[in-house]
């Protein structure tokens, strides 16, 4: 994989020592895939740390999309790209859409048809006119390390099915995180 300034690093180098919660977006222009990252944002890093936690998102677009991409969404934890899709492949992520459209991730906000557009407008405006990584390909989510030991895996059917943010944390050992922007209610 490589990071945002094109440097690579063998993937297992992100598992090896410490557990790491990693997911695989789809393109960097899906606007799916970008609601998902924006919350993904609003992961505090003092969670993660207290559980011993790296959050890792990986995209299969060149390396030069990753500044752009971690400005628009706010995301601010580790990020790298898998250009050739090499490790999309590995775990059996596959490209097309499911059957079953049904499903639908709680981090997503926008409608398709407005979602669309969004994707489409920031592919006109942005600084290379591409798709910024395969459109077909989908993304999943997978829980690893430290070494070899898979706890999790998520493999996304169609742009709609990421997994609960909060399932993964809860999965991985993290605190999880109120992603609504309605008033807490705390008890004292």
């Known amino acids: 994989v490589a990071n945002e300034d094109g440097r690579t690093t063998p993937f297992q180098a992100l598992y090896g020592k410490q ?7 789809r393109n960097f222009l899906c606007y799916t895939c970008k609601e998902y990252v924006e919350d993904l944002a609003k992961v505090p890093k003092t969670y993660l740390q207290e559980a011993n936690v790296r959050l890792i998102v990986i995209g299969q677009s060149s390396y030069h999309h990753i500044k752009p991409f971690c400005s628009l969404t ?7 790209v898998d250009p050739q899709r090499e490790i999309y492949k590995t775990l059996g992520m596959k490209r097309g859409e499911g059957n079953n459209m ?14 669309n557009i969004r994707s489409i407008w920031r592919a006109m405006t942005g600084p290379a006119f591409d798709f910024q990584g395969d459109p077909a ?14 706890h999790f895996l998520h493999l996304d059917k169609n ?3 990421h997994i ?6 809860q999965l991985a050992g993290v605190k999880t995180v109120n992603f ?9």
């Open 74 to 80: 706010g995301y601010t934890h580790e990020m790298y």
């Open 180 to 188: 609504s922007n309605k008033p807490q209610v705390m008890d004292i």
């Open 102 to 115: 049904s499903v639908r991730s709680p981090h997503v906000k926008s409608n398709t048809l407005l979602g």
């Open 137 to 150: 390909q989908q993304g999943g989510a997978l829980i690893v390390g430290p070494g070899n030991e898979v």
């Open 159 to 161: 742009r709609l099915d």
């Open 19 to 25: 557990k790491a919660i990693v997911v695989f977006v």
């Open 164 to 169: 609960p943010i909060n399932t993964v944390l």
